[in-house]
């Protein structure tokens, strides 16, 4: 009875695979990725997971902001804004101060070639042991898009769209110190010219920013991008007293020699707030010659160790950085503050900085993110 009934099924089976399969299977490839992508929104439909459809695909998770929602892009009317635009610029002062100094160390502006469809994108590239930091930034903001780069062991935050290129133009314009000022200026006029029935006012071009480093959360968010904290350590011996020198050093190169002479003025701003002349060497980074000039600013002295330590106390940076300045900062306190070098204990003492110094940078193993909790707030 049951193969009485099985023996036409394979028969329907064999008719369907010899006969209508191969008419009907380009049309089953061109569907198979719809359905993927309805089954995908079914399944995580209830857990706040928001596709974003843009030069890349990828899912970020993030907390719901309603005040930076986007808006119909098609609206003609200037009264239909979001409720947060224009953002109060007190309240996010020191949020965009730091993203303007995280862009202009590791941001790009990209504009549109003329008449062409697409829209200007501002992109921030991060370590991938920083894509925590990426996903804060997007949860704060309330838009941006989180690229996975694994060749490059990057992740890129990626904003576009019209309202939140114009809020965060809002959050940054005004805090610009270095030459990218340019790109920043071109965004501006562009958004002027061509998203102009969806301001309330024209968004004003500003000159360089010439406030004191030490007024406001830029240079920890340049130095989330492109600084370093490092501990040397020469061991005493029988002829040799011995040294540990703490440094902090910022590091800017240009292929360009007229661009990377641009970067000048505030490379040696930097230097001066460091406690130290500006220095001019060669790196490795984009020729592979060894010969690549570059500007480096550096804190290699104690008063300069007190300066940024004050510095960085009240306005922190956010990436991995944090726990090496965590450790730096304590290889401080033991030997400036407590002097536990000096005497009978100084071999002890190097053993303890070298165990510090063995948990940074490259051979830190362990992350924690307890610090992100006390991040900008918009």
């Known amino acids: 009875m049951v193969i009485k009934f099985i023996i036409p099924l394979i028969n329907l089976a064999k008719f369907i695979y010899i006969t209508l399969l191969p008419i009907k299977l380009g049309y089953c490839i061109i569907k198979i990725h719809y359905y993927i992508l309805v089954m995908i929104y079914v399944i995580n439909s209830k857990r706040k997971i928001k596709y ?124 610009f110190r270095t030459p990218k000022i340019e790109k920043l200026n071109s965004l501006i006029k ?87 002349k500006l220095e001019k060497h060669l790196i490795f980074k984009y020729d592979r010659t060894g010969k690549q000039e570059a500007w480096r600013a550096r804190v290699v002295n104690k008063k300069g160790v007190v300066q940024m330590i004050n510095y960085l106390n009240k306005y922190p940076i956010f990436s991995s950085k944090y726990l090496n300045y965590l450790d730096w900062r304590e290889a401080y306190y033991i030997l400036i503050v407590k002097k536990e070098h000096i005497g009978i204990n100084k071999l002890k003492t190097y053993g303890k900085i070298k165990l510090i110094k063995e948990r940074m940078n490259r051979e830190r193993k362990v992350f924690t993110w307890e610090h992100l909790n006390n991040f900008y707030k918009k």
């Open 190 to 276: 562009y958004v002027n010219e061509n998203w102009n029935n969806d301001l309330l006012d024209p968004i004003i071009i500003h000159s360089i920013d010439d406030s004191p480093l030490d007024s406001n959360s830029w240079l920890s968010g340049f130095s989330d991008g492109d600084a370093n904290f490092y501990i040397n350590i020469n061991w005493p011996g029988k002829n040799k007293y011995g040294q540990i020198k703490l440094t902090f050093e910022i590091v800017q190169s240009r292929l360009d020699k007229d661009h990377l002479l641009k970067y000048r003025y505030i490379m040696n701003k930097i230097a001066i707030f460091c406690q130290h």
């Open 52 to 175: 974003f459809r843009d030069f890349t695909q990828e899912f970020i998770l993030f907390k719901k902001i309603n005040n930076y929602n986007e808006i119909n892009n098609n609206t003609k009317n200037k009264n239909n804004t979001n409720d947060s635009f224009p953002l109060n610029k007190k309240k996010n002062k020191e949020l965009g101060f730091y993203l303007a100094g995280l862009i202009e160390a590791d941001g790009s502006i990209i504009m549109p070639r003329f008449n062409s469809n697409n829209t200007p994108t501002i992109s921030i590239s991060f370590h991938e042991d920083d894509k925590p930091l990426a996903k804060k930034i997007c949860e704060i903001l309330g838009f941006g898009s989180i690229e996975l780069i694994p060749l490059s062991k990057a992740v890129k935050i990626q904003i576009r769209g019209k309202y939140s290129i114009i809020n965060t133009l809002v959050l940054i314009n005004g805090k």
